[in-house]
């Protein structure tokens, strides 16, 4: 599996656009990246999730380089509802019988 | 709301005891996931059903196990507990097998004293 690094905070303000960047230097080509958010003491939601190039929808862009050992996460002018734990996993997303890896994921704050 | 269901919402019992936690996924969904997450860690994978086949196994402790059953609800259960399995029990679903896009539960959180 592969293992993902990604910063451990980010504080921003209301309206401002979040980036969060994921290292994965040894994605495998079968791998897709998926980001998911998790509240306190809630079960984590699907945000995006992206082979190459750039993917959006309607809460996040997900953009990655043409060698996808990273990867970043694009929440445009957040608010304080934004204010989640967000988690970038790498994994066969598309095979049976696999998993996905949840790391440490990026704790992120939003102020007013 | 997922659609996702877990009960119950808590659950408090002492060392050496034995739980069981349902999920019932959403409607047409045919995987189910079950996870833990201690306190302020990621959450651990532990185990994977598709239509009532095992399919995956993470670090998932011989005091526990699982199932699914024909109606595609699953339990976890949970023996000879001791204070560190306290700890967020999540269920997720999917519609196929694969992990591509997975909806989560609300959690039973699991105290043990």
């Known amino acids: 599996l592969a293992k993902t690094t990604q910063p451990i905070s980010m504080d921003s303000y209301e309206g401002q656009e979040v980036n969060i960047t994921c290292s994965h230097n040894?994605?495998?080509?079968?791998?897709?990246i998926t980001w998911y958010q998790q509240f306190p003491s809630q079960g984590p939601r699907f945000i995006i999730q992206g082979y190459k190039t750039k993917v959006t929808n309607e809460v996040a862009s997900l953009f990655i380089p043409a060698d996808r050992k990273s990867s970043t996460l694009s929440l445009p002018r957040v608010s304080l509802s934004d204010t989640a734990v967000y988690y970038c996993?790498?994994?066969?997303?598309?095979?049976?019988?696999?998993?996905?890896?949840f790391g440490g994921g990026t704790r992120v704050l939003v102020k007013p | 709301d997922s659609g996702v269901t877990q009960t119950p919402k808590h659950l408090i019992t002492a060392t050496g005891q034995r739980v069981t936690l349902r999920c019932s996924p959403r409607s047409g969904d045919l995987s189910v996931y079950w996870y833990q997450q201690s306190l302020d860690q990621g959450l651990q994978f532990l185990i994977q059903y598709y239509n009532g086949e095992e399919r995956a196994k993470g670090n998932i402790l011989e005091r526990f196990s699982a199932q699914q059953f024909p109606d595609l609800h699953s339990e976890l259960n949970l023996s000879s507990l001791e204070l560190g399995d306290s700890a967020l029990y999540f269920c997720?679903?999917?519609?196929?097998?694969?992990?591509?896009?997975?909806?989560f539960g609300p959690g039973t959180r699991l105290t043990v004293t």
């Open positions: 997720a679903s999917s519609l196929r097998d694969r992990v591509d896009e997975q909806y």
């Open positions: 040894n994605i495998a080509t079968n791998d897709y």
């Open positions: 996993l790498v994994g066969d997303a598309k095979a049976a019988g696999n998993k996905l890896t």
